[in-house]
């Protein structure tokens, strides 16, 4: 298969469904070869059985020896993607200390760790995507440890960018996307907030997993494209 990552490796972190499985996907249908990692492997392998040019591997973002590990076991690799993500919802009174330091363990230090034992394995012409959120272009009451977590991705993303050059460093930061991450609130819960959501996004709907799949690919393929954020979320911060 022929495209802009033909001959090329790409390890995408996260789950595997929602987001990450979209980009693993895009990836490979790119001509990548793709290596899915994550803390849970059996699901990774029962996620990706016999999908063709995608291989799993282990890796939790929140130890650095199996960041390192990671890291002897690839080799060289072109891209990196981190989809990870732990939120830690709830206003400030109710705020968990554990679960503020797991959201920056997992899309802030987990990154930065990754950058850390990866980026002497990538080409010049490689790139690192980062994960940041729409919480934090758009303040809310309630999204407070997330907000502070996204923004912190933001800065990462910049900081490496100039750091790490010319290797590429981008976050792409999603709205509102239709995964499974909001089916907590329920069937009824889920459609009335993203009913409210599409009604007021300028795009007058929610996003999906390919819409950021599709930001992701074109920030590994930009070759002019660094320390920037895109922000693929309907234009929801304008609302």
């Not at 919802?89 to 987990?110: E, M, Q």
């Amino acid at each position: 298969m022929t495209g802009p990552l033909q001959g090329e490796t790409v390890l995408v972190i996260g789950r595997g469904g929602g987001i990450a499985r979209a980009v693993v996907v895009a990836a490979r249908d790119a001509g990548a070869h793709v290596i899915a990692a994550g803390r849970d492997r059996k699901a990774l392998d029962e996620a990706y059985a016999g999908e063709p040019d995608i291989d799993t591997e282990t890796v939790d973002l929140t130890d650095e020896t199996s960041i390192a590990d990671l890291g002897e076991r690839l080799g060289t690799i072109d891209h990196v993607v981190s989809t990870a993500s732990a939120r830690a919802r709830g206003r400030l009174a109710d705020v968990d200390r554990d679960a503020v330091r797991r959201s920056f363990d997992t899309k802030v230090i987990g990154p930065l760790m990754l950058a850390k034992h990866l980026s002497p394995r990538i080409p010049e012409s490689g790139s690192f995507t980062l994960f940041s959120g729409v919480a934090a272009a758009k303040i809310a009451v309630g999204t407070l440890a997330v907000a502070i977590t996204n923004g912190a991705a933001d800065v990462l993303a910049r900081s490496l960018a100039l750091e790490l050059a010319p290797i590429r460093v981008n976050a792409v930061s999603p709205g509102v996307i239709d995964t499974g991450a909001w089916d907590a609130l329920g069937e009824a819960g889920k459609a009335d907030y993203f009913a409210d959501i599409a009604a007021r996004n300028p795009t007058r709907r929610i996003g999906t997993a390919d819409d950021i799949a599709g930001a992701v690919l074109y920030a590994m393929t930009s070759t002019f494209l660094t320390g920037v954020t895109l922000r693929i979320d309907g234009g929801e911060p304008l609302t």
